[in-house]
């Protein structure tokens, strides 16, 4: 027995798993061999892998071969693994294409002794074949399985590499400078010295106080015609916007096309400003750029401009994904452009219909509310106004409040966000109510057992302001935890036995539960298969006052108050980000491919095996929790 052998193996997971014996049994039958630097092991769907690989010295690279090309994906070094998920998943076929790089010394068990250990001991299999173990946590083995799915689609490597590059490769080094006192002229002056399309303003403490920009110069003093001497801390916008210099591209993506900015400055480690980030930067590194759709939005001079302005968005998601960005980046971008179309239609319908007579705030529900909108969206949404002081200025602040819904709910339609089938929309007289009125809702939805009630807390529990008033969300908000607070034992018992009605596509004998939908034979609703993650992550949340309505950020939250374990957060996030990742990817086939509306049907019989594994997986994990929470609320 190679005594080498044997003690590498017994400290290196999962084999320091195995009993002593099997260890002993693996030894003897595996082997060592040496590759020299660029050897070619294995090749992306043609070699049959006879022989597990854990690397002993040197490295192995993984590409993924694309169009004769192959794309680097990662590196696997000392005590890593390649081959375990090939043989208990694909069929005994290569996922990969695997080169040594460097002079690399590999143990070698053999596949069929492999197996056999595999069939004896649970806990070494699932390192291999459970996808949400805290073991398989690792980047390796999750870039490897996420970039699975996407192997259908073009990309290249700037594509794939794009959101997660960080912002100190794209960002520009250096930045103009001045004081808040300094004339507007002088401040223009130094920024075409610099070549500089905006200057940093600083106060008599060096801190950084805002921004002036090409644009602001163009709208604030040449249109206005304003004096030039006056200082340029009249025209600057505040506060400054930063963003880390470690941060990811995607970070800069959201924050720019949520805050409607140009400009980033970069800071380092310290909190110093370094430099500046701009859209440009990014729409030049990207190629197909959300950033440029948003700047598209808000160039628009009247609402037809928007008319069917979201057809291009399965071009720019294809991409997002093609790049590697999360799930949760996709759909928060997707939301993002969401909410940037909402903004603008809300300016021209208030400039057509004239100055509110309240204040009030569009609020929008549903996925939007969470910032986890999809390609296949439907409008949800409502206006909440502040009360008026009589029944004449109620009638009128109603009538134009309604007149607004109805616009802007045209609108949106017209500019590719269905009408809600439900017609849960501010254009709805229902929906369309003082704040008083809102807050009766909420109380009757909270008291009530009713199962209509609690499948609308399910869809207005997750509001936010999508344009407007926020304080009245604030205080909306306020109030629903201040009745959870009087009711919450009884509400949350509801809750629970409701969301518990909806039914994961599962069937008897582990296989996939299915039924037909028009054209689509023998489907699943992925959108529906996800809502018990997204119940369960609500119910958590408001039981502990957590005012995030995003799923993954409720997670989050969850784990940082210590409702959610390390192991739990890791494998519910994960979960839900492989089911948001799979239906945005199966949306894009069927418009890119397949030139058909997205839709949320998934035919189980076009899966991979390793696209069942996983899913599968997912539901046994979502049913375990709905059986905690379940135990929790209802004790029984």
């Known amino acids: 027995m190679n ?50 690989a854990i690397v002993l010295k040197g490295a192995l690279k993984i590409f993924l071969a694309k169009d004769n090309e192959n794309l680097l994906q990662q590196y696997l070094e000392e005590g890593e693994i390649y081959g375990g998920i090939s043989v208990l998943l694909n069929e005994g076929i290569s996922l990969r294409t695997v080169q040594a790089w460097g002079n690399t010394e590999l143990i070698l068990i053999p596949a069929d002794d492999f197996r056999e250990t595999c069939e004896h001991n649970k806990e070494f299999t699932d390192f291999f074949t459970d996808l949400f173990s805290r073991r398989m946590m690792n980047r390796a083995y999750a870039e490897l399985i996420s970039a699975s799915w996407s192997d259908k689609y073009e990309e290249t490597d700037a594509e794939r590499l794009f959101y997660n590059r960080q912002v100190t490769d794209l960002f520009e080094a250096g930045f103009a400078r001045c004081h808040l006192s300094t004339p507007i002229q002088q401040a223009a002056q130094i920024m075409t010295q610099q070549k500089q399309g905006a200057i940093l303003i600083y ?245 009530t057992s009713e199962t209509s009630g609690l499948l609308n807390s399910t869809i207005f529990f997750d509001f936010k302001a999508g344009f407007g008033n926020a304080d009245l969300t604030n205080d909306l908000r306020a109030y629903l935890f201040e009745l959870l607070n009087q009711r919450g034992e009884s509400f949350f018992y509801h809750m629970v036995s409701c969301a518990l009605l909806m039914r994961l596509p599962v069937g008897m004998f582990g296989g996939f539960s299915v039924s037909s939908v028009g054209e689509q034979q023998h489907v699943f609703d992925i959108k529906k298969a996800m809502m018990p993650l997204v119940d369960y992550a609500r119910i958590y949340a408001l039981e502990n006052r957590i005012a995030h309505t995003n799923t993954f950020e409720r997670f989050e939250k969850l784990y940082e108050k210590g409702i959610l374990n390390t192991h739990d957060f890791e494998a519910l996030f994960q979960a839900y980000h492989f089911l948001m990742k799979f239906r945005l990817l199966r949306q894009v086939q069927a418009v890119t491919e397949e030139n058909r509306a997205p839709d949320n049907y998934i035919n189980p019989d076009k899966l991979t095996r390793l696209e069942k594994k996983m899913l599968k997986e997912i539901f046994a994990l979502t049913e375990k929790h709905r059986r905690y929470m379940q135990i929790r609320f209802t004790g029984r």
């Open 3 to 52: 005594a080498q052998i044997y003690q590498f193996l017994l400290k290196h997971p999962p084999f320091s798993f195995l009993d002593v014996a099997d260890i002993e049994f693996l030894t003897q039958k595996a082997n060592t061999a040496l590759f020299s630097n660029g050897a070619l092991i294995y090749v992306q769907q043609k070699s049959e892998v006879n022989q597990i």
């Open 203 to 447: 106060d008599d403490t060096d801190a950084y106080r805002g921004i002036v920009t090409d644009n602001d110069l163009r709208r604030k003093v040449v249109a206005c015609a304003l004096d030039l001497n006056k200082p340029v801390s009249e025209i600057m916008s505040k506060p400054l916007l930063t963003i880390d210099y470690d941060a990811f591209t995607s970070d800069a993506v959201l924050l720019m096309m949520q805050r409607g900015v140009k400009h980033l400055a970069v800071a380092d480690k310290n909190g110093q400003i370094i430099g500046m980030l701009t859209n440009r930067h990014l729409i030049i590194s990207q190629g197909q750029s959300p950033v440029h759709l948003v700047m598209q939005i808000n160039r628009a001079h009247s609402a037809d401009e928007l008319n069917g302005i979201t057809r291009i968005l399965p071009g720019i998601v294809q991409h997002i994904l093609n790049s590697g960005a999360r799930a949760d980046v996709i759909s928060r971008v997707i939301t993002a452009v969401s909410d940037t179309v909402l903004h603008k239609l809300m300016e021209f319908a208030l400039q057509e219909l004239g100055p509110p007579p309240a204040p009030f705030v569009f609020i929008v529900l549903g996925s939007e509310g969470r910032g986890e909108q999809t390609l296949k969206t439907d409008q949800d949404n409502a206006i909440v106004y502040a009360d008026m002081p009589d029944e004449e200025t109620n009638r009128a602040a109603e009538n134009y409040f309604l007149k607004l819904g109805t616009l802007v709910c045209n609108r949106l339609n017209s500019a590719g966000y269905d009408f809600c089938t439900g017609n849960i929309m501010a254009s709805n007289p229902q929906w369309c109510q003082p704040l008083s009125r809102w807050k009766e809702y909420f109380r009757n939805w909270v008291y």
